[in-house]
């Protein structure tokens, strides 16, 4: 708030960017938007505090496409739904140009608002978080960026190639034909302890044999390798990537060739980078995790507790975020694809409140998942490489992307704010390009670094209009800061 003085004592005044209804003119915002009086409307948009005007407008832009949500699910006839829709779209249309005009005033200044109208909306746990790369790079955690692993994970298939457990020639000689055929899945069910144990008893073969047990170890063997061509390839890719020339192409075809050799075990690989030098969640973590407690939330439908997050999406294999929320005492649950299913992972808050439980924040990782301690991963889904991506989203998609984009990113009642993402995954970008050209004036948002050092100085609308471009036409609004060490100062204000 400003601080104003008259007759010799301070007095506060509402900033002008603060989100909040009209307090002068409710009656005339009805009757310009609900009666759709254009030089009303632009009347307003000149004369009120551009905070209120934006608050106007966004929340009836919102209330057009929940007001089409409900009225779809009572309207069962394909024409009648496409009419709402663009009944709806047409309002909002509108509007938008209205919604522009005032943003392109504001210039820089207008993330003051972002931010203001993000906590608004958090507030109603209504706002969903989509966590790129960028959030497990930062500090203290300092994971891998996606340059520094791909060069890590042909390195290491380089100089290893494909390591398995393997078991030891003459713990297997003597054990029967019938048991070995039985059990001839362990090696895969063993990797974790070294070793496993066979047992006999009655068989096939025989009527019947005294039981018995027979230890089995293992022990890691190279069982591929590259071929001459793809140690070149490989070593082409790491020199590119050590001088910085390596682009998105060749980072993919780095990912794509270290797969090619290892296939499900790479996820191996993948965990054992990710863990090492006994990482700890970053401060963007921290801070996440720290707005995810219950909160009452009383103007929704059904009043009560909700997380402090809607959902967190990430595109991360790691557990960083589960983890930070433990450490707050948050009931959480990571969500990823085990084979065709959705299998959760509770952490221990959750699972103390067993059903009992009346919240617990979700964690969805939609491109795999991969906590520190021990697990089966045989099943678990990953995406990594371009085949993998094509294999996945070419086909059905799996109920992890389709909940993500159904209940959250392509739905307009529901906002989501990006943190750490590089929008470099082409295929999700055009997703989201059809979902706002669905909702036209429905947004998500994204923290990015302004290109450029500004030193001080405050870019041009033409500017920013400029570097924008390419995100409003995915439906993402820009939320501009200097340095990624102001991240977490940023979520902070959404508390």
Avoid at 74 to 89: C, D, N, Y
Avoid at 163 to 168: L, M
């Amino acid at each position: 708030m400003a601080q104003h003085f008259h007759q010799g004592q301070p007095q506060l005044s509402i900033s002008p960017l603060r989100p909040r209804p009209s307090t002068t003119r409710a009656g005339d915002w009805i009757r310009a938007l609900h009666g759709q009086e254009d030089t009303l409307l632009t009347e307003l948009v000149e004369s009120q505090p551009p905070g209120e005007a934006l608050f106007e407008l966004e929340t009836y832009i919102n209330g057009l496409y929940r007001a089409y949500n409900i009225e779809s699910q009572s309207v069962r006839v394909g024409q009648q739904l496409e009419r709402l829709r663009q009944e709806a779209q047409a309002k909002a249309r509108r509007v938008v140009p209205f919604v522009e005009s005032i943003r392109n005033s504001l210039g820089w200044d207008v993330r003051e608002f972002d931010l203001r109208l993000l906590k608004h909306i958090r507030r109603s746990s209504t706002l969903s978080l989509v966590l790129g790369a960028g959030v497990s790079c930062a500090d203290p955690c300092g994971a891998p960026s996606w340059p520094a692993l791909v060069k890590e994970l042909l390195q290491v298939t380089l100089d290893r190639g494909l390591e398995r457990p393997v078991p030891i020639s003459e713990d297997t000689e003597n054990i029967p034909l019938h048991a070995s055929r039985e059990h001839a899945g362990l090696p895969l069910q063993s990797e974790a302890s070294g070793a496993t144990v066979v047992g006999s008893s009655i068989s096939p073969d025989m009527q019947a044999e005294t039981s018995r047990t027979r230890r089995v170890r293992f022990e890691q063997r190279t069982v591929r390798e590259y071929t001459d061509v793809e140690r070149q390839r490989a070593r082409e890719i790491i020199r590119k990537i050590d001088a910085g020339d390596a682009d998105d192409e060749v980072l993919k075809d780095g990912a794509e060739l270290a797969y090619s050799l290892c296939g499900q075990h790479l996820f191996t690989y993948i965990t054992s980078s990710l863990y090492r030098v006994q990482r700890q969640p970053s401060a963007i973590h921290r801070a996440v995790a720290r707005l995810a407690h219950a909160q009452n939330v009383r103007d929704r439908r059904n009043p009560g507790y909700y997380p402090g997050w809607d959902v967190i999406i990430t595109n991360n294999f790691d557990a960083f975020m589960s983890w930070a929320l433990t450490d707050e005492g948050v009931p959480s649950a990571a969500w990823a694809m085990r084979g065709e299913e959705l299998a959760g992972d509770p952490n221990t808050f959750a699972l103390r409140q067993g059903q009992e439980c009346q919240w617990t924040q979700s964690v969805l990782h939609l491109h795999g998942y991969t906590p520190p301690r021990l697990f089966l991963i045989t099943n678990v889904r990953f995406v990594f490489a371009t085949s993998q991506y094509t294999e996945t989203y070419s086909q059905e998609r799996p109920a992890i992307f389709r909940k993500v984009m159904n209940e959250y990113l392509e739905d307009p009642i529901h906002v989501a704010l990006y943190v750490g993402c590089s929008f470099a995954d082409q295929n999700m970008n055009g997703l989201l390009e059809t979902a706002i050209q669905r909702a036209p004036g429905r947004y998500h948002y994204a923290l990015l670094k302004w290109p450029r050092k500004r030193r001080g100085i405050v870019p041009t609308v033409e500017e920013l209009r400029t570097e924008e471009q390419r995100y409003l036409a995915m439906g993402v609004r820009p939320i501009w800061f200097d340095d990624f060490a102001e991240i977490p100062h940023m979520i902070s204000r959404l508390e």
